[in-house]
């Protein structure tokens, strides 16, 4: 079965530094897409960043970026500069079949200011 | 720019209830999703959808029921309420194309009493 693992319950960072968290999965497909999402208080899921598992290239999309270590299957999240508006919840997920999504637990992310 | 719409928001429901989650979108897309989340916990698939007419489980369908009609609306039944069913659900769609991420609604937040 698919699964995917978050293994940070909750992490912090001071205002404008960097913060890295961590998503490993398994999955039996070749060919995938890896998905971020942000989950702030309002409860809304919002697509942070995607990374095409065939590309070598990680993704980047302002602050965001991947690390994308495909052969350890680690999909990690680099967010630079963090702002207060950072502050959520962050899930990682991998398609399953009939493109459904397999989501991690969660990371908890707080700002410090 | 509607996307994806669910009502109601909030609900409270007593043991042994009836009520229909309601979920509409004006995207076009083929697929589309029912999930929950329970407290600090990520996303679990209930039922999911490949178009008009055509419906599946996902990992926890207990419980629900769902049907699709048409192809912008997917309305989610639960028949006999039960405490274990308080949660906070979404309803998703995407085209079913590979690399399209989820679009979600704002999400109903349940409780069985």
């Known amino acids: 079965a698919q699964t995917v693992t978050q293994s940070q319950p909750e992490m912090s960072v001071q205002e404008a530094e960097t913060v890295t968290l961590s998503c490993t999965y398994d999955t039996s497909e070749s060919d995938y897409y890896l998905f971020w999402y942000k989950q702030p208080p309002s409860r809304q899921m919002i697509l942070v960043i995607r990374?095409?598992?065939?590309k070598q290239q990680n993704a980047t999309e302002n602050r965001f970026s991947v690390n994308f270590q495909k052969a350890a299957k680690s999909f990690s999240l680099k967010i630079s500069d963090s702002q207060l508006g950072d502050a959520a919840m962050y899930f990682c997920?991998?398609?399953?079949?009939?493109?459904?999504?397999?989501w991690g637990a969660g990371t908890k992310l707080i700002i410090k200011p | 720019n509607a996307g994806v719409t669910q009502t109601p928001k909030f609900r409270i429901l007593k043991i042994g209830q009836s009520m229909t989650l309601q979920c509409t979108q004006d995207?076009?897309?083929?697929?589309m999703y029912w999930y929950r989340q329970d407290p600090g916990m990520g996303l679990k698939l209930i039922y999911y959808?490949?178009?008009?007419?055509?419906?599946d489980k996902g990992e926890v369908p207990n419980g629900y029921n769902v049907s699709r009609s048409t192809t912008e609306d997917f309305p989610l039944r639960l028949e006999l309420a039960a405490p274990s069913q308080t949660s906070v659900y979404f309803c998703?769609?995407?085209?079913?194309?590979?690399?399209?991420?989820?679009?979600f609604g704002d999400g109903t937040r349940l409780s069985i009493l």
């Open positions: 997920a991998t398609p399953g079949s009939n493109y459904q999504l397999i």
């Open positions: 998703a769609s995407s085209p079913g194309l590979p690399g399209q991420p989820q679009h």
């Open positions: 990374q095409e598992a065939y």
């Open positions: 959808s490949v178009g008009a007419g055509i419906t």
């Open positions: 995207m076009n897309h083929n697929y």
